[in-house]
C-alpha cells in the first residue's frame, strides 16, 4: 500500500472544516448593476469583518481558460477548488487541440470523414451556438465545417442551440449570422449541401442537465432526429417570427424549430449518418447523448433510433465513458481533494441542491461520477425547484442549511463542501430584484451555520466560484458606462462575471489568533485546497498551489 499523499504536520483546528462556495456570487463594482452589493447581507459583513480575508481570482488562466477576457464557470471552477491547482480546461483545449490540427489528425474525426465520404451521408453538428466559450465557442464549429469541405463531405447539417445565457440576453442572430454566412457559401457549390437543420432556446431545447427535466431533452431529439417542431424556411426566420410574437422572449427561452424545404425537414437525423456534439463542457449534454447511445432507454418515446456515428466533442463523464467517441482527450486530474483526505481516513459530506449537486461531487473530484469511499463520504442532493428559479429566488438555500446543521451536530465530519445556487441560477434569468433576494437567502443560509461550526473549534471558508450576481448589466466599452435602452433602462447582463470572489475564513478567536494570510502572489480558486488540508491539520503536496494561510 502506497503512503498518504497528505501527512500530518503541528497546528490545524480540532473541529470540522466547512466550505462555502457561493455559486456566482463575486465582488462587483457596486454600482446599479450589482445586485450582491445591494442585497442587505448582515451575516456576510459581519464574517468580513471578524475573518481572513482576500480577494481570489475566479476566471481566465486562473481557472485553465484561455486568457483574462473569458468568463469563469462554475465546472472550472469547482475543479480548481477540489483540485489544488489549474488544469487546461475544455475551452482551451479545444482551441489548442483545432489550433495545432489534432483534433482533425485524431482517429474519431478520421472515422467521420471516411464514413460520410464512404457513403455519402451527412455530418451533423450539434451544440450551443456562440461565443461565450463556456459550453462552446461558435469557433470550433465553423473550423468544423470548413475542415468538412475541405475533406470532401458533400452534406452537413447544423442544429444550433441559442444561448442568451453565457452571452447578451437577444444576439442570437448575430451567431446565426455568421453560421450562415459560412454555410452558405460552402452550399453554393454544385457537390454541396450545407444547411441550419433544426435548434431551439437552450433552456427549452436539448441542454437539459442532471435529469431536471428530459421534456427539453425529448424537444430536442424531436427537432434534430424527427423533423418534428415548429416549421420554418430558415434559422433566421424562426427567430425573427418569436421575437414578433413576444417581444420579451430571450434567446435561452426560444421555441424548438426544425428548418423544411418542399414541405420536407432539411435535415433530420437518420440512419448511417454521423453526428458530433461540439459542446466541450458536458453537463448539458450528456442527456442527449443517453438518448442517441442507450440500447435501454425509458425516458421518452424516440419514436426511432437512428443508427449513427456519435461523437462528442471530449468525453463528458469519464466514469460512464459517455459519449463512446470524443474528438478531444479531456484533462486527467488526479490526487484531488478528496481522494487525498479519504487517503487519510477522514469522513466528508457533500451537499447541494440538484442544480449543482454534480459540481460539489463530479467536478469537485476531478470529473470523477462515483465516490472515492462509501464509507468515508456522504452526497446529498437536495432536489431544486422547478424553473423559472427567480420565481423561488430562495431556491433550496435554507434546506441545505438545515441538512448540514443536522451534519454538524452528528459530529461525524471533518470536512464538508457546499454550494448555495441562488446567485448564479437566479443571476441567468436577469431579473436583478430577484438576485437581490436570491442573494440574501444565501446570507441568511449561512448565518445560521457559523454558530454550529465555531461552537465546535472547526473553521468555516466562504468563497465562490465564479462572479455573476455582481454583474447584471451590459458594459459599454466606449462609453465606460453601463448599456441603457431608450427608456434610459439598464440593458440586463445574463452572463457570468471578469470579476474576482471573495474568500472569508471564519475561526474561534482561539484559532484566529494562530493564523495570519499568506504571501501568495495572485491568489486564486486553485490556492483553496491547500488552505484546507492546512486547516484539517496536514502538509498540503507539493504539487498543490500553496495555502493561503500560515502560522504566526
Not at 471516411?114 to 457513403?119: E, F, H
Not at 430536442?220 to 415548429?230: C, I, K, N, Q, T
Not at 486527467?332 to 487519510?344: A, G, K
Not at 462509501?374 to 441538512?403: G, H
Request: net charge negative; with cysteine; proline share 5%.
Amino acid at each position: 500500500m502506497t503512503s498518504p499523499k497528505l501527512t500530518e504536520m503541528p497546528g490545524g483546528v480540532t473541529g470540522p472544516v466547512l466550505a462555502i462556495i457561493m455559486d456566482g456570487v463575486g465582488i462587483g463594482r457596486g454600482d446599479e448593476a450589482d445586485a450582491v452589493a445591494a442585497a442587505r447581507t448582515p451575516n456576510l459583513d459581519r464574517l468580513a469583518g471578524n475573518a481572513l480575508s482576500s480577494r481570489l481570482a475566479a476566471h481566465g488562466p486562473a481557472v485553465g481558460m484561455p486568457s483574462d477576457g473569458d468568463m469563469g464557470n462554475s465546472e472550472v471552477g469547482h475543479n480548481a477548488l477540489g483540485a489544488g491547482r489549474i488544469f487546461d480546461q475544455g475551452a482551451k483545449l479545444v482551441a489548442n487541440a483545432i489550433d495545432s490540427g489534432r483534433l482533425f489528425e485524431g482517429k474519431v474525426w478520421a472515422e467521420i470523414i471516411a464514413r460520410c465520404n464512404a457513403n455519402s451521408t451527412p455530418l451533423h453538428l450539434l451544440g450551443l451556438l456562440s461565443d461565450g466559450n463556456v459550453h462552446s465557442h461558435i469557433d470550433h464549429v465553423i473550423a468544423m465545417v470548413r475542415r468538412a469541405d475541405q475533406e470532401g463531405v458533400k452534406e452537413l447539417y447544423v442544429h444550433p442551440l441559442l444561448d442568451g445565457r453565457d452571452v447578451p440576453k437577444v444576439s442570437a442572430h448575430l451567431y446565426v449570422e455568421q453560421l450562415e454566412g459560412v454555410l452558405g457559401t460552402i452550399d453554393k457549390k454544385v457537390d454541396r449541401r450545407y444547411r441550419v437543420a433544426s435548434g431551439g432556446g437552450r433552456m427549452t431545447t436539448t441542454m437539459d442537465r442532471y435529469e431536471s427535466d428530459w421534456r427539453i431533452v425529448e424537444r430536442g431529439w424531436r427537432a434534430h432526429v424527427l423533423g418534428e417542431a415548429r416549421p420554418f424556411a430558415s434559422a433566421m426566420q424562426a427567430l425573427e417570427t418569436f421575437r414578433a410574437e413576444d417581444s420579451k422572449i430571450v434567446d435561452q427561452e426560444l421555441p424548438s424549430f426544425t428548418l423544411v424545404e418542399d414541405g420536407k425537414p432539411v435535415g433530420a437525423i437518420k440512419d448511417g449518418a454521423c453526428v458530433v456534439a461540439f459542446n466541450f463542457r458536458g453537463d448539458r449534454m450528456l442527456e442527449m447523448v443517453r438518448a442517441f447511445e442507450d440500447d435501454h432507454f425509458d425516458k421518452f418515446n424516440r419514436v426511432r433510433r437512428p443508427e449513427v456515428f456519435f461523437a462528442g466533442m471530449m468525453e463528458y463523464d469519464g466514469d460512464t465513458h459517455r459519449p463512446k467517441n470524443y474528438l478531444v482527450e479531456p484533462p486527467e486530474i488526479t490526487s484531488t481533494l478528496s481522494e487525498l483526505l479519504c487517503e487519510r481516513g477522514i469522513a466528508q459530506l457533500a451537499c447541494a441542491e440538484t442544480q449543482k449537486y454534480g459540481h460539489v461531487t463530479y467536478f469537485w473530484n476531478g470529473n470523477k461520477t462515483g465516490k472515492f469511499s462509501e464509507r468515508l463520504e456522504t452526497y446529498i442532493e437536495v432536489p431544486s425547484y422547478a424553473p423559472p428559479f427567480d420565481e423561488r429566488p430562495e431556491m433550496r438555500a435554507p434546506e441545505i442549511a438545515d441538512t448540514v446543521q443536522k451534519a454538524l451536530e452528528s459530529n461525524i465530519y471533518r470536512f464538508l463542501r457546499i454550494n448555495f445556487a441562488n446567485g448564479d441560477m437566479v443571476g441567468h434569468t436577469g431579473n436583478f430584484d430577484a438576485t437581490v433576494k436570491a442573494v440574501e437567502a444565501v446570507d441568511q443560509a449561512i448565518g445560521r451555520l457559523v454558530e454550529p461550526v465555531l461552537s465546535r473549534r472547526g473553521a468555516l471558508i466562504v468563497t465562490a466560484d465564479h462572479g455573476n450576481a455582481d454583474d447584471m448589466g451590459e458594459w459599454d466599452k466606449k462609453k465606460n458606462a453601463l448599456k441603457r435602452d431608450a427608456a434610459g433602462l439598464i440593458v440586463p447582463k445574463t452572463a457570468h462575471s471578469l470579476n474576482p470572489v471573495v474568500f472569508h475564513l471564519v475561526m474561534s478567536a482561539v484559532d484566529r489568533g494562530r493564523y495570519r494570510l499568506a504571501d501568495v502572489k495572485d491568489p486564486g480558486l486553485g490556492n483553496v485546497a491547500a488552505t484546507i488540508t492546512t486547516l484539517l491539520g496536514y502538509a498540503p503536496p507539493e504539487f498543490y498551489m500553496p495555502s493561503l494561510i500560515a502560522t504566526r
